[in-house]
T-cell receptor, first 112, second 113 residues
Framework: EDQVTQSPEALRLQEGESSSLNCSYTVSGLRGLFWYRQDPGKGPEFLFTLYSAGEEKEKERLKATLTKKESFLHITAPKPEDSATYLCAVRNSGGSNYKLTFGKGTLLTVNP | EPEVTQTPSHQVTQMGQEVILRCVPISNHLYFYWYRQILGQKVEFLVSFYNNEISEKSEIFDDQFSVERPDGSNFTLKIRSTKLEDSAMYFC???????????FGPGTRLTVT
């Protein structure tokens, strides 16, 4: 069974204070690791897809990296508008590989 | 920018009643999904749908649940006899290709009393 564990559960930063969120996964053949942002009461908003170890993707202040066991979401000089829950999800290569398995997320709060 | 839309945003129903949650996926997408998120818990996969049939479903998606694409734009989730534990946010998602990123709608909050 696929498992996704995110840490920390919550992270509070000052504006401009860079940090990283962790996503550890166990999957029978990775067919994609996905990062989403979720604002309160809203649906997940797609950020990145990573497919192979060593891959990196960047978008504004966010950079996602991938190893064989985990992924990191690096946040550089965050702003208050980056406050949200960040979700990690994996898809495996078995079965019909449609579903995403999500972690519980990291609640990020950026104080001005 | 194209987006997934869902209606209603909030549905309150009594236990045992039937509900239909509606979704309009992104127009050129071919793969459709339903997920749910119980308050404070993970987003959980329910079902995927392609070419007018279910392609994968979870153990949550039992006989009380059904999905349908009644026309060229809508995708629906029906719960035949709601239970208290069905209370959750229900998200519709779509993707353009198999294995591609899934784009989520804003969700329907279902409250069963």
């Amino acid at each position: 069974e696929d498992q996704v564990t995110q840490s920390p559960e919550a992270l509070r930063l000052q504006e401009g204070e860079s940090s990283s969120l962790n996503c550890s996964y166990t999957v029978s053949g990775l067919r994609g690791l996905f990062w989403y942002r979720q604002d309160p009461g809203k649906g997940p908003e797609f950020l990145f897809t990573l497919y192979s170890a060593g891959e990196e993707k960047e978008k504004e202040r966010l950079k996602a990296t991938l190893t064989k066991k985990e992924s990191f979401l690096h946040i550089t000089a965050p702003k208050p508008e980056d406050s949200a829950t960040y979700l990690c999800a994996v898809r495996n290569s078995g079965g019909s590989n449609y579903k995403l398995t999500f972690g519980k997320g990291t609640l990020l709060t950026v104080n001005p | 920018e194209p987006e997934v839309t869902q209606t209603p945003s909030h549905q309150v129903t009594q236990m045992g009643q039937e509900v239909i949650l509606r979704c309009v996926p992104i127009s050129n997408h071919l793969y459709f999904y339903w997920y749910r998120q119980i308050l404070g818990q993970k987003v959980e996969f329910l079902v995927s749908f392609y070419n007018n049939e279910i392609s994968e479903k979870s153990e949550i998606f039992d006989d009380q649940f059904s999905v349908e694409r009644p026309d060229g734009s809508n995708f629906t989730l029906k719960i035949r006899s709601t239970k208290l534990e069905d209370s959750a946010m229900y998200f519709c998602a779509s993707s353009g290709i198999k294995g591609g990123e899934q784009y989520f709608g804003p969700g329907t909050r279902l409250t069963v009393t």
